[in-house]
């Protein structure tokens, strides 16, 4: 589960629910555009409070958050 702040670019707070320490990077994905299935997502790549590292991104074009390990 992810939290972000306040704004629709706004930045993960929280990621199941363990407070976000640092931002590492962010970067977005557009591929696809082209077919019936385009892919548009907003990576985060950060550091959370505990020290673990996590890459939370946005599907931007189904709607929702996702987490995976660094």
Do not use: C, I, K
């Amino acid at each position: 589960m992810v939290t972000r702040g306040v704004g629709a670019s706004a930045e993960p707070v929280t990621v199941n629910r363990m407070q976000v320490a640092r931002v590492r990077e962010v970067w977005r994905v557009v591929d696809r555009w082209w077919t019936e299935a385009p892919v548009r997502r907003r990576y985060f790549d950060l550091v959370l409070e505990s020290g673990q590292n996590v890459v939370a991104y946005h599907d931007e074009e189904a709607g929702g958050w996702f987490t995976q390990r660094a």
